[in-house]
């Protein structure tokens, strides 16, 4: 992160009024052309000289080297353009399942979403998710099918799939001229003009549209125009007595459409080549509502100035990096904002403009604008700051939970602090990355959504905080349950001269169903008659939950169980807490034996894409890991195959994947229930689980 001015300093800018402003997230599935198309939208604006690209690891948002390394967006870039007197703040988001987090963030501070499609792919797992995400956030969207030079696009297959998939007021607003590699341009059917596939230039003006195309341009132009006037009666009136509408009532009513989330326009090209840039510019300012018009759902009190915090970059050089949306404002530098959370004092030195990797200083950021301030103290994505302390609840931004966790060790001893500092501040970054220790085995547990966002944490420690560290084989969260009632009675009594220890309570142990899909646990208090007093009674409670920590079967921690605390007995002197305690806890074990105890295991739902001549090698590979299958879908000489697995058979699903398919497979999972793992499963799971035991009393 290079944070020297830049010469723009030179034209420090007064804040951008809310109406000018356009701020949209660029997502959609992974590998889909998001940070490519991003790329020609900064070329075409000119903010940039030439078209950067994956391959060449030139873009602005993929700035990061493990980005460059792995051809992939692995966080959130802010970028910003200027297009016909309005200021577009894009968002570049990480399509991988893995990197979600800024993903989901950045749909918190944005007034619409450009869902990216591959032509050849159309709807994936993750356009779904966004979607869905969007939907409930009545986030405007605008959808671009990207990747229609590629063998196998089709536009209007993808067409199809979104209307019959996402949503049937998705329109087309654009057409592709030709396809495959015959494809040579666009038709903006709003404007009807075309554009020429500028082949990674920048892209001439409109041109007249082809001859060849009249037909094909006239059936979606009316299709759009159905779509647009149905959602103004004015309008509708109009165009039903034959009126010829003019362009701009069409492209406003078309904007009011967008904005009230009644349409979603279908626009297209070719990311790499610059095509179609243009006329997604113009969409982009006609349709996205600014948020002067949509405005934001976060609370902010009755405070003057006010920003979220949407991001957070641990940069090794310049420190913490918060990137912002400016609730109330404006905010300038030299401020000094109070953090409701924390109660702590926050200054806000220098107001900053980010476009990937380089920022630029600005005087002030006016309401709705996004930009990023260095060196906050205390702040964590999330928090919302204020120039008086109001109470404020901070806007959940509901992550993703960490499935998957890994032992990790550092390979210098004496560099395990080392190794915990680096962590923390990658957390701070990516919330759905999590290091603890394990209670059970004392190791340190690093948890994420996927193999792969472990392992970019462990190249990251390594080139930002210069601390190497091992991953071990990833651990399964293996949960136990009993099937039936048992109960136990325990009595626990020392007499050790002086005063002595007395404990008696009787219980019964009983299977609790899961509610919403979560295993609980309940104490019921049925003393009568006092032969335990009130004051014991929560310690027989205390000492339960602790022997739940760790089960007997495999030591993993018990759920799904409700205790009846039904009988006991006190001694007047010797009694105490501690003493009911440890007799709750040994009546729990001894009940839990006979109570038919179970392993649980986690249930993932796994969505692997691979080109169809591996799907027969594929699915006999799921089979082999007790994988069910759900369903398979052919898309372009590609097939998704859906289906449920253990997660304890795809830990490392991701070099099985790469041999079977020669690199071309990828796939992508998520937590969905937990079952009982079948007897001659847990009873290998059990006898390890013992030997590790007893290897570590040794
Ligand atoms: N042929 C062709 N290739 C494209 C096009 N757009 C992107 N690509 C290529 O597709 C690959 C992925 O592009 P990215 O821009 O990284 O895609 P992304 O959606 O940002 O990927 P993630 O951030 O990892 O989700 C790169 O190799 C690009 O060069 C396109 O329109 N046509
Ligand atoms: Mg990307």
Redesign the pocket.
């Known amino acids: 992160m290079r944070l020297e001015p830049t010469e723009e300093d030179e034209s420090r800018m007064a804040a951008t009024e809310p109406t000018k402003i356009r701020n949209i997230a660029v997502a959609?599935?992974?590998?889909?052309?998001?940070?490519?198309?991003l790329?020609g939208l900064l070329f075409e604006a000119g903010k940039t000289n030439r078209l950067g690209?994956?391959?060449q690891g030139t873009?602005v948002s993929?700035w990061d080297e493990h980005e460059q390394r792995r051809?992939?967006?692995l966080s959130g870039a802010l970028c910003h353009l200027e297009w016909k007197d309005r200021k577009i703040n894009l968002v570049?988001?990480?399509?991988?399942a893995g990197f979600q987090a800024d993903t989901y963030a950045a749909l918190r501070v944005v007034e619409g979403v450009l869902v990216?499609l591959s032509g050849v792919m159309g709807v994936e797992v993750n356009t779904s998710r966004i979607w869905q995400r969007a939907e409930e956030q009545e986030l405007s969207r605008v959808l671009f099918v990207?990747?229609?030079?590629?063998e196998r696009a089709d536009f209007l297959r993808v067409l199809e799939a979104v209307r019959q998939q996402l949503s049937d007021r998705c329109v087309a607003i654009q057409l592709p001229i030709g396809s495959e590699h015959e494809l040579t341009g666009i038709v903006d059917l709003l404007h009807m003009c075309a554009y020429m596939d500028p082949s990674g230039g920048r892209e001439g003006g409109p041109q007249p549209i082809p001859d060849s195309m009249a037909d094909l341009v006239q059936e979606h132009r009316e299709k759009l125009l159905d779509a647009v006037v149905e959602t103004d009666e004015e309008l509708m009136g109009r165009y039903l007595e034959g009126e010829e509408l003019d362009p701009q009532a069409v492209a406003d009513a078309l904007k009011s459409a967008v904005t009230r989330d009644e349409l979603y326009p279908v626009a297209c090209?070719?990311?790499?080549?610059n095509l179609g840039t243009t006329a997604l510019l113009d969409l982009l300012v006609e349709g996205v509502p600014s948020p002067a018009k949509k405005g934001t759902t976060i609370e902010f009190g009755d405070a003057k100035q006010a920003v979220f915090i949407f991001k957070t970059i641990a940069d090794p050089f310049t420190g913490r990096i918060s990137c912002f949306r400016v609730l109330a404002g404006p905010v300038s530098g030299d401020t000094t904002l109070v953090d409701p959370r924390t109660h702590a004092k926050e200054r806000m030195g220098q107001v900053l403009l980010l476009q990937g990797k380089d920022s630029e200083p600005v005087e002030a950021l006016g309401i709705g604008d996004l930009g990023a301030v260095a060196k906050l103290k205390d702040v964590i994505t999330g928090d919302v700051l204020v120039d008086h302390e109001v109470p404020v609840e901070p806007p959940h931004i509901d992550f993703p939970e960490p499935v998957m966790s890994f032992a990790v060790t550092p390979k210098a001893k004496g560099d395990e602090e080392k190794m915990a500092t680096g962590l923390r501040r990658l957390h701070e970054e990516d919330p759905t990355l999590l290091l603890r220790r394990d209670p059970q085995t004392g190791e340190q547990l690093l948890s994420g959504l996927s193999q792969m966002q472990v392992e970019v944490a462990v190249d990251r420690l390594n080139t930002r905080f210069h601390v190497e560290v091992e991953l071990h084989p990833p651990r399964v969260p293996y949960k136990e349950t009993i099937r039936k009632e048992a109960r136990a009675r325990h009595r626990y009594k020392k007499q050790t001269g002086g005063r002595g220890q007395f404990g008696d309570c009787a219980i019964v142990l009983e299977p609790l169903p899961a509610e919403d899909g979560e295993l609980g646990y309940e104490f019921v208090d049925k003393i009568v008659g006092g032969v335990i007093s009130q004051s014991y009674r929560p310690a027989v409670d205390k000492g339960i939950r602790e022997a739940m920590e760790h089960g007997d079967l495999a030591g993993a921690p018990v759920q799904g169980v409700r205790v009846l605390l039904v009988d006991g007995m006190e001694h007047n002197v010797d009694s105490s807490e501690m003493a009911f305690k440890i007799a709750g806890s040994m009546a729990f074990k001894e009940a839990y034996q006979q109570a038919d105890p179970v392993l649980l295991e986690p249930i993932m739902e796994l969505e692997v894409t691979v080109p169809d001549d591996t799907v027969g090698a594929v699915n006999g590979d799921l089979n082999s890991r007790r994988g069910r299958l759900q369903g398979m879908e052919p898309a372009g000489g590609m097939t998704t195959i859906k289906a449920e697995v253990p997660m304890a058979e795809i830990l490392t699903y991701s070099q099985a994947l790469t041999s079977m398919t020669g690199g071309r497979g990828d796939y992508s999972m998520h937590f969905l229930r937990y079952e009982e793992v079948p007897t001659h499963v847990a009873q290998k799971i059990i006898e390890q689980t013992k030997r590790e035991r007893e290897e570590a009393k040794v």
């Open positions: 959609g599935h992974r590998g889909v052309g998001k940070t490519s198309l790329e690209s994956i391959e873009t993929d051809g992939m967006s570049d988001t990480p399509g991988d990216v990207n990747m229609l030079d590629r090209g070719v990311a790499t080549k």
